[in-house]
């Protein structure tokens, strides 16, 4: 389940810290219950009812309740990020261009690491929880190639769009293990700078600076 789902990312308002503590609160009761009874035994009602909010607020984070067991949601990008982006921004440099892309896939919000970990754990005894996170991850990729050929229409490269999907997920993987071996310091979108120089440093084949 490597790079499924977005760690977490800065909190830039009262209401967005809110959403986060919902969504989490709805993941942690979908978790607890799906351990205990097992994925076809938990309904959405259920679910809904531990973590203290309606079934319709519920279907305002999940589209179901494996999604929930997940942590898994639709990744939307802020409007703004998305047209500076497609339109050949911020920078015109494509690596300094995706690390404001994979800032804005971070401050989505999304599961802590031990509801990352429950989920991964789940994955082993539920099967369809598998086949749910394959086609979370094709759904993904799949919007974030539409994104860079957008952008390659207007500003041509040499680098494929399935390559630079790749350096998407490296980026969001290598920004999320930084945070994590920092004892869950700050947020993990902190680290994303340390992540994009050691690619940088790794592309041309030397040291990423130290400090």
């Known amino acids: 389940m490597t790079a499924v789902i977005a760690t977490t990312g800065p909190c830039r308002s009262v209401r967005e810290r809110k959403k986060r503590e919902r969504r989490r609160a709805l993941i942690d009761a ?47 990008l802020a409007p703004e990020t998305e047209r500076v982006f497609v339109s050949g921004g911020p920078t015109g440099r494509l690596l300094d261009d995706l690390q404001v892309l994979v800032a804005g896939y971070l401050a989505t919000g999304g599961p802590s690491l031990e509801q990352f970990r429950r989920a991964t754990e789940l994955l082993a005894s539920e099967p369809r929880l598998a086949q749910r996170t394959f086609a979370w991850h094709e759904g993904h990729r799949s919007g974030l190639v539409a994104l860079l050929a957008a952008r390659r229409e207007v500003c041509p490269t040499v680098v494929d769009d399935e390559t630079a999907a790749m350096a998407v997920a490296l980026l969001h993987r290598s920004a999320a293990s930084a945070w994590e071996r920092s004892g869950f310091d700050g947020d993990a979108v902190e680290h994303l700078p340390t992540a994009v120089a050691a690619l940088r440093a790794l592309v041309h084949d030397g040291e990423p600076p130290l400090g």
């Open 30 to 76: 979908a978790q607890a219950l799906v351990r205990e009874r097992g994925l076809d035994g938990v309904t959405v009602e259920e679910i809904s009812a531990a973590a203290g909010v309606s079934t319709r607020t519920f279907f305002n984070y999940f589209a179901s309740k494996d999604d929930a067991v997940l942590g898994v949601h639709d990744i939307v």
